[in-house]
């Protein structure tokens, strides 16, 4: 076989490979924007529709390089809509100074088996922030309070027990007035300089049948139609709260679903506002199965949020640390804006 016949091959193949992969993207937008979450293998594949673009630059590059018009309109075209929806995310934001009063805020999935909570504790402290927003919290911490944050955090508040065993808590300096529970979320009403603030603690379901199984698992039985019943429930009760709010945690929903728009109809998204990149937060390796998930693997989706109501603005909102779990912490700081 001389070179021609093998560049040949190589091209039929290639032209093979970069067909395939245009028909399968086009087709899954086609059904993403007709379906939505209707469909419960569409609405797994939703939460990570921007990993479905990552061979398109090596796709154009065949089209270009192969000569083929047909494939490189075809091809620029997809590009070009991958661009205008990643482009938000890498826009230069502006940056905000502070004229205000502020609050800095904390969220992190603390993974409710987590080691020994040294390193966290450490970075809490390090962080010095307002309040703490922790989910999957040690049991201990419901019943005894964290004595480790004690010092800085005399008013805390667990998610009791018999409502959710790895459960959420809020740990604040901010004197809180009163508190309410459900099995998916906490609302503390907290004292700013005289002025009352709704603050949520939110851990959503995953939506799988299968919550405790393997990653494997997990996909095969798919379904959100209980995650999506408590989104719902939790947008009724912020769109009733009579006070500024700022809602924090893990929703269990990749800001690529479109559930997402939902809540951001409601609530401002602080990654958004002054965020860099794709804020990706889960999943990671955690300390006790550290074989489960490559050290080297990146986070895949953005799980973790911080929203607010209009009666502030973000500021700051970065990515924290890897800290054992299987999730990262968000830092953020939020200015005051209409305390009314």
Do not use: C
Request: proline share 7%; no cysteine; charged share 15%.
């Amino acid at each position: 076989m001389n070179r021609a016949d093998i560049a040949s091959k190589i091209g039929t193949v290639l032209i093979i490979f970069a067909t395939t992969y245009l028909t399968t993207l086009t087709s899954y937008l086609m059904l993403r924007t007709l379906f939505g979450n209707e469909i419960g293998p569409l609405a797994l594949v939703n939460n990570f529709a921007l990993l479905t673009l990552l061979p398109l630059p090596a796709v154009l590059m065949i089209a270009l390089t192969l000569r083929r018009r047909w494939l490189i309109y075809w091809a620029a075209s997809l590009s070009l809509l991958a661009s205008i929806w990643l482009t938000p995310y890498y826009w230069p934001k502006p940056t905000v100074s502070p004229t205000g009063q502020t609050i800095r805020l904390v969220t992190f999935n603390n993974m409710g088996w987590n080691r020994p909570l040294t390193h966290t504790v450490a970075w809490l402290h390090q962080q010095d922030a307002d309040i703490i927003f922790l989910q999957e919290i040690p049991r201990r911490y419901v019943e005894q309070g964290a004595a480790e944050l004690k010092s800085r955090y005399p008013y805390q508040t667990g998610q009791p027990i018999e409502l959710r065993y790895s459960g959420t808590g809020i740990f604040s300096k901010l004197p809180i007035h009163s508190v309410e529970y459900t099995a998916t979320y906490q609302r503390a009403v907290v004292e700013l300089e005289g002025k009352l603030i709704s603050v949520y603690n939110v851990h959503l379901t995953q939506p799988t049948s299968a919550s405790d199984g393997s990653m494997v698992q997990k996909v095969l039985t798919y379904n959100d139609a209980g995650h999506q019943a408590q989104v719902t429930a939790l947008l009724t009760e912020i769109r009733q709260d009579p006070h500024p709010f700022i809602v924090a945690g893990d929703f269990n929903m990749s800001d690529q679903s479109p559930t997402y728009p939902k809540v951001a109809a409601v609530m401002q998204d602080s990654f958004l506002e002054v965020g860099s990149g794709l804020g990706l937060t889960w999943p990671l390796r955690n300390w006790e199965d550290r074989n489960s998930i490559p050290a080297w693997m990146p986070p895949l989706l953005r799980m973790d949020y911080v929203w607010h109501s209009p009666h502030f603005r973000a500021i700051q909102l970065d990515v924290g640390p890897w800290l054992d779990s299987d999730h990262l912490p968000l830092y953020a700081t939020l200015e005051v804006v209409d305390s009314s």
